[in-house]
């Protein structure tokens, strides 16, 4: 009651100091907030971390510092002196907390290990942290992991405003995984409850109870019950695990606090913690996963200036050319994809696509462009797209460069793929199993849409690799000299149909025989990667999803009108209906797009 009855009374404060300042009246000055920065083997993510702590919108002068750094085999305590050096005097107070010599704990088997002294190390760290924002007179504290990115620049000013004993915003991650749980069970573990998918997917919104948060959260020094609330030492009838999230939980039960998740606005992400066996390297991969999570899905992360990276030394990882096929009217696209390869450290080179708009028939007569005889789009019945040909176009350019340049090996990119997890090392691993077993190949898709994955048949010794069936898409593929000679001598601007319909007609899987029937011979050695390395950014149906093949004219048509093809189902995530055979002149009913 006490505490719904201080909320109240701070929405109502808040309120007023609109009025006020409406009225020209200064407002009264923000809550003030000691944000806690306990950080470990964190260069990976500090400078995201840090940047986005240094965009938040909350006056620094209602803000104090307080850092602890231990254990490092790394560079994080001279990031974060750097920083604190850069920007520290801009905070109200800054605590430096005194590092002991260690570098590791004396049981640990890895630097990703939680050992028994660790939780405990953890959880003193953290009264520590809180002890000292008491004796400041903060009114809240902030707790935030390094490797929790705040990219919601009002995340602070919204956490206050709830007003509530501790509230954590919910973090987004790459995996089923967050920083609450909705349920725990009576001797302090995980309990799975109906509520946690809907709350995580936000299928349901608001701030809700639950029984624990981690990570990142906000803590009031002013709610009621707080006085006895504490980190360590675990309150004397503690018998659940020790681990620091659960003897947490516990000591705000045992305080009678309440705890609250808020999940109505994107907060920021967080990198799914690995494995105690598993290296600092395999954390930053997948940290820098998330950074190109959320170039997709945004707000995008952004490193403070205030700290020096290590170096970044892209490569064009062992193909003499890669390409990304990208319309220049689309500079977003551009240049997310121009950023997700540079945080990857591979060197894209960009080409320009043709834009299907700015085609004309006598431009298409000039470069002898002609559709394939009867080809239709299987879904909707509709004919060549001026977008599809600028497609086409576009993908047969790098083709020519490859011939003209000898180039052995390159890989192609279009604009809009969303890379999985660990992109780059499993693309080395590929290549060089691929290397190694010497085996011929023409194309190899990284991105695709499998039409009959069952009957994809595996390639012996090559478990990443299958050899491709009927695919639709052109998302991401590497290609051979020899290959783009066999692409090339089948003269498909003559006859043209989707690239995406031409490729397999090319390896000899298309199921029309009569599309089949103009091309010969029929021989690329075209594999996929299996599991895929690469899926679109957005599908048919998303809000976000924009196609410039899909919403396109017919080929031949002039009068610069476009029309919005929603019949072909290519782009919907998910199976696709086979359709092998099919004349193409029905108009198939739409799956549901699933989720
Ligand atoms: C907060 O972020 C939004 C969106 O990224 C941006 O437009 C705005 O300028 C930022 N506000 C402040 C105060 O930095
Ligand atoms: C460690 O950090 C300092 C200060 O930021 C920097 O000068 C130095 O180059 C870094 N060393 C490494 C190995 O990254
Ligand atoms: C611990 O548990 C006992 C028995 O349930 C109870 O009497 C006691 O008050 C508890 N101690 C604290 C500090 O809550
Ligand atoms: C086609 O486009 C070209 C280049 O923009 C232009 O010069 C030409 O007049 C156009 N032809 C027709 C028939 O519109």
Not at 152 to 168: C, D, F, H, S, Y
């Amino acid at each position: 009651m006490g505490v719904m009855l201080a909320a109240r009374l701070l929405g109502l404060l808040l309120l007023l100091g609109l009025r006020l300042q409406a009225a020209g009246i200064a407002e009264p000055p923000l809550p003030t907030v000691v944000l806690a920065i306990l950080a470990r083997n964190a260069e990976h993510s500090l400078p995201h971390y840090l940047g986005a702590l240094e965009r938040l919108d909350y006056p620094r002068a209602r803000v104090a510092l307080w850092c602890a750094t231990d254990h490092n085999m790394d560079n994080t305590t001279e990031m974060l002196q750097e920083w604190l050096a850069a920007v520290g005097s801009d905070y109200a107070a800054v605590f430096w907390r005194p590092e002991g010599e260690s570098r590791s704990y004396p049981s640990e088997e890895g630097p990703k290990h939680w050992t028994k002294e660790r939780h405990q190390f953890l959880m003193e760290l953290k009264q520590e942290a809180l002890t000292f924002a008491r004796n400041w007179g903060a009114d809240y504290v902030l707790f935030a992991d390094t490797d929790n990115i705040l990219t919601n620049n009002q995340t602070l000013r919204l956490l206050v405003e709830k007003g509530l004993p501790v509230v954590a915003p919910m973090l987004d991650s790459q995996t089923y995984y967050s920083n609450f749980w909705c349920g725990i069970t009576p001797q302090g573990y995980y309990r799975r409850t109906a509520e946690y998918f809907p709350t995580k997917n936000r299928q349901r919104r608001g701030c809700f109870r639950v029984p624990m948060v981690h990570s990142t959260f906000l803590l009031s020094l002013r709610a009621e019950g707080i006085s006895q609330f504490a980190f360590y030492p675990p309150h004397p009838n503690y018998t659940w695990p020790f681990d620091d999230i659960i003897v947490f939980a516990y000591a705000c039960q045992a305080a009678g606090v309440s705890v609250h998740v808020c999940n109505e606005q994107r907060y920021g992400y967080m990198n799914v913690g690995v494995k105690s066996h598993q290296t600092l390297e395999d954390e930053k991969v997948n940290f820098i996963h998330l950074i190109l999570e959320a170039l997709v899905d945004g707000p995008p992360m952004q490193a403070s200036a205030h700290v020096s990276r290590p170096p970044k030394r892209p490569s064009k990882m062992g193909f003499d050319e890669v390409f990304v096929i990208s319309l220049a009217r689309r500079p977003n696209r551009r240049e997310r994809m121009l950023s997700s390869l540079w945080e990857m450290e591979i060197s894209g080179r960009v080409v320009d696509a043709v834009d299907g708009r700015m085609l004309n028939s006598s431009i298409l007569r000039s470069l002898g462009v002609d559709l394939l005889p009867g080809y239709q789009d299987p879904y909707s019945g509709r004919t060549l797209t001026k977008g599809e040909v600028g497609c086409f176009l576009s993908h047969y350019s790098i083709w020519e460069e490859v011939v003209a340049r000898g180039l052995a090996r390159v890989l192609v990119f279009e604009d809009d793929v969303r890379f999985q997890s660990n992109f780059r090392g499993r693309l080395k691993q590929l290549m060089e199993e691929v290397e190694a077993r010497k085996l011929p190949w023409d194309l190899i898709y990284l991105g695709r849409k499998q039409v009959n994955p069952e009957e994809e048949v595996a390639v012996e010794g090559l478990p990443g690799l299958v050899v491709a069936g009927y695919s639709y898409w052109t998302l991401a593929y590497t290609l051979s000299l020899a290959g783009a000679r066999k692409l090339l001598a089948s003269q498909p601007l003559h006859r043209m149909l989707p690239v995406d319909e031409f490729l397999p007609i090319m390896f000899d899987q298309h199921p029309n025989e009569q599309y089949k029937a103009h091309f010969w011979p029929r021989d690329l050695q075209a594999f996929s990667a299996q599991p895929l390395l690469a899926a679109p950014t957005h599908y048919a149906g998303d809000a976000e999803w924009l196609s410039d093949t899909e919403t396109s004219s017919p080929w031949d048509d002039d009068s610069g009108r476009l029309i919005s093809w929603t019949g072909s189902q290519k782009t919907l995530r998910g199976p696709v209906l086979d359709l092998a055979g099919s004349s193409g002149h029905s108009l198939h009913p739409q799956p549901r797009d699933e989720l």
